[in-house]
């Protein structure tokens, strides 16, 4: 029977809920009442209760689910999603974060409250600039993100590892350490930050030298044929970063936009990327709403940065927006890019406009305090990234009143390709990611009380790894139902879009 999630423990609240701030009683209880509130919740909620997952009877059928979402959703382009979704079990699992927030509702939970991101899964990680221009890697996806228990992102994170290391070919003792390793390095994380003075916990981050050095430490550490493979899968992680250095606002502008009479303008290239010059037709408008609505949402959006960051982006004009498809989930959701111009045709910026709908967490925890979901977005966004974007914000869209949040579209952003990772690469990406989701939650929750519930011996690990496995062969049934939908025509997918 799952715990509900608590708000406090013995009389004390803890950080990093949904609450109310004219309702918020802040207390200070000591480093021995946090410590000891977290090893009752032990006894409580045990960590060996995390293992042994099955699902519930009556369980949601995992596909209706999916249709659910799909109402709401750009219905032209729900088939590329379902596209995306079907090229396997590991793409299937980065779409379905309804269907696990519908599962974890009712797993074990300690009721340690954090800021969640709320699909914590391995590819939601990778490389942005710092508003100092410096390379941070860090979580980059907050579509879901609320408070809630932090064993949701957990678990979510420890599955991924497991499904992604099935999808590509590794035997299992090499899927188990990877789980493993993620699961580990966020406990002995979380117990380092426990013992960290607070604004140390705040300033903490991995910068590009600091996970150059940990990778050639994890290359040294290998022999044999493990040490080759190890070089070439750093060497492979050094490109990334050399990528990611390269791609900003110029680099776009070359990928995405042509000079057509003196002016740059965004390429179409339907379905992906389709210039609103083009899709009045599909909404409705005229040109000139089209015009309006787009200087009717920057004036909306720029109200909500702080005013030295409104006054920088007020000296860039809006040349072109088009929408483009992102990812797998957000497939279907409302995503833009705005090409916008500064002092010359040579100084642009593009920016990603994406739509926030309620998140899949809310159908089952306490709704947001934000009653505008893009500000939910911003918000958890700030909360959970040691630096964040600066030209981070939100609106109410035009079209449908649907919410929406701004961000630069390429700023030094890159990821690792995961299809690509072989064994030792991902054991060693496994133990970036815990420790970046371990920093993430001990900025918001009570890292003193969290890793006194951890412990210090591996059962949590092993409890979780349990669940990521048992969750893991879930996913490919749950992946096979969805495949047989599209078979049967109950569900629609274009291939290879």
Request: hydrophobic share 40%; aromatic share 8%.
């Amino acid at each position: 029977m799952a715990k509900p999630a608590a708000t406090c423990v013995d009389g004390w609240r803890l950080r990093g809920q949904n609450r109310s701030m004219a309702e918020e009683k802040i207390t200070h209880p000591s480093v021995e009442e946090r410590t000891a509130a977290g090893k009752r919740l032990r006894d409580a909620v045990p960590v060996a209760s995390h293992a042994g997952w099955a699902p519930v009877p009556g369980r949601p059928d995992p596909v209706a689910l999916l249709e659910e979402q799909n109402r709401t959703r750009e219905q032209d382009l729900v088939p590329v999603r379902h596209g995306r979704m079907l090229a396997s079990p590991f793409a299937f699992y980065r779409g379905a974060a309804k269907i696990m927030a519908a599962d974890l509702k009712d797993t074990p939970r300690a009721g340690l409250a954090v800021q969640l991101c709320g699909d914590a899964h391995l590819a939601n990680f990778g490389f942005f600039a710092s508003p100092e221009r410096n390379l941070l890697f860090d979580l980059n996806d907050f579509d879901e993100t609320l408070p809630g228990p932090f064993e949701y992102d957990v678990k979510r994170l420890a599955a991924s590892f497991t499904i992604a290391a099935r999808n590509n070919g590794f035997w299992e003792k090499d899927v188990r350490k990877a789980t493993l390793t993620a699961v580990r390095t966020y406990r002995e994380a979380m117990a380092r930050f426990a013992r960290m003075r607070t604004l140390d916990i705040w300033y903490a981050h991995l910068s590009e030298e600091q996970l150059s050095a940990a990778l050639d430490a994890a290359v040294a550490s290998q022999k044999g044929k493990a040490l080759k493979k190890a070089r070439n899968g750093a060497i492979a992680a050094r490109q990334s970063v050399a990528k990611a250095r390269s791609r900003d606002s110029m680099h776009a502008l070359s990928k995405l936009a042509e000079l057509v009479d003196g002016t740059y303008r965004i390429v179409s290239q339907p379905p992906i990327i389709v210039p609103v010059r083009e899709l009045g037709e599909l909404y409705g408008l005229s040109g000139d709403d089209i015009g309006r609505a787009i200087a009717e949402q920057l004036r909306s959006y720029r109200a909500t940065l702080p005013d030295d960051r409104r006054h920088l982006l007020e000296q860039f004009q809006i040349i072109d927006v088009a929408r483009k498809v992102v990812g797998v989930g957000s497939v279907g959701t409302q995503a833009f890019i705005a090409l916008l111009q500064g002092r010359d045709q040579q100084d642009p910026l593009f920016l990603q406009v994406k739509e926030a709908t309620t998140s899949v967490l809310e159908d089952h925890l306490p709704r947001s305090r934000f009653s505008q979901s893009g500000e939910r977005v911003v918000r958890g966004q700030r909360m959970m990234q040691a630096a964040s974007d600066i030209f981070l914000g939100w609106s109410q869209g035009s079209i449908d009143n649907r919410c929406l949040y701004w961000r630069q579209l390429r700023d030094m952003k890159g990821s690792v390709v995961v299809e690509g990772m072989r064994p030792p690469g991902m054991t060693f990406y496994a133990g970036v990611c815990g420790w970046t989701l371990a920093r993430a939650h001990a900025r918001s929750g009570d890292p003193i009380a969290i890793a006194a519930y951890l412990g210090k011996s591996g059962k949590f690990d092993e409890s979780i790894s349990d669940f990521a496995e048992r969750y893991a062969d879930q996913n490919e049934r749950d992946y096979e139902a969805f495949a047989a939908a599209v078979r049967s025509g109950r569900l629609e997918a274009a291939d290879g879009v």
